[in-house]
C-alpha cells in the first residue's frame, strides 16, 4: 500500500539459492551463515517496524535541506560513533533502515565499511558501523537508524549493567 512518502515499496535482494537471509537484507550481513537454522521470524517485525518509524519520521515528506543542499549522485562516508560506553544492539537494523531508503530512492546500496556485532561493548569515539552511502539517502534514513539503534543499545547497556 503506498503513503505520502512512497516508502513502503521495499524491494529486496534475494540470497543465493540454498541459503537464508538475515533480518535486513543484504548489508545487514547478506545470506545466513548457517543454512540448518532456517528463516528469520524476525526479518518480516523489523521491515514492518522500519516502514513504520521511516512513514512515521517523513510525514512532512522530504527533507528539503537535504535536497537543496546536497547534490544528487553525491556519496559519503559516515559512522555510527558512540559518545559514552555502552553496549551495541540494533547494528543490523540500523543497516537495514539505509537499505529500505536507498532502495526506495534507487541510489547505489549502502557499502558497509565496518559493522561490529550486537553486545559489543562500545567506547566512546570509537566508531561502532562505518558505511559508504548515497549522502541524501544517509541523510534521509539518519533519524529512524539512529532511533533503532540508541533505544536498544540503551537497553543493552542497562541490561549488562544489570548482570555485571
Not at 12 to 22: D, I, S, T, Y
Not at 24 to 37: I, T, V
Not at 60 to 81: I, L, R, S
Request: hydrophobic residues 40%; negative net charge.
Amino acid at each position: 500500500m503506498p503513503d505520502s512518502t512512497g516508502l513502503l515499496a521495499v524491494s529486496r535482494q534475494a540470497p543465493a539459492p540454498g541459503q537464508q537471509e538475515l533480518p535486513g537484507g543484504p548489508s545487514a550481513g547478506g545470506p545466513c551463515p548457517d543454512p540448518d537454522r532456517g528463516p528469520d521470524p524476525d526479518a518480516d517485525a523489523a521491515a514492518a517496524v522500519i516502514r513504520t518509524a521511516l512513514v512515521e519520521d517523513l510525514a512532512a515528506g522530504p527533507d528539503v535541506t537535504t535536497a537543496a543542499t546536497v547534490p544528487p549522485g553525491t556519496t559519503v562516508e559516515a559512522q555510527f560513533t558512540p559518545r559514552a560506553a555502552g553496549v551495541l544492539a540494533g547494528g543490523r537494523v540500523a543497516l537495514a533502515v539505509l537499505d529500505t531508503v536507498t532502495a526506495t530512492l534507487s541510489v547505489p546500496a549502502v557499502e558497509v565499511l565496518s559493522l561490529s556485532p550486537d553486545a559489543t561493548a562500545l567506547r566512546p569515539g570509537v566508531p561502532a558501523i562505518r558505511v559508504r552511502a548515497d549522502a541524501r539517502a544517509l541523510l534521509t534514513a539518519e533519524r529512524t537508524a539512529l532511533n533503532l539503534l540508541c533505544h536498544p543499545s540503551g537497553g543493552a547497556t542497562v541490561t549488562r549493567r544489570g548482570g555485571d
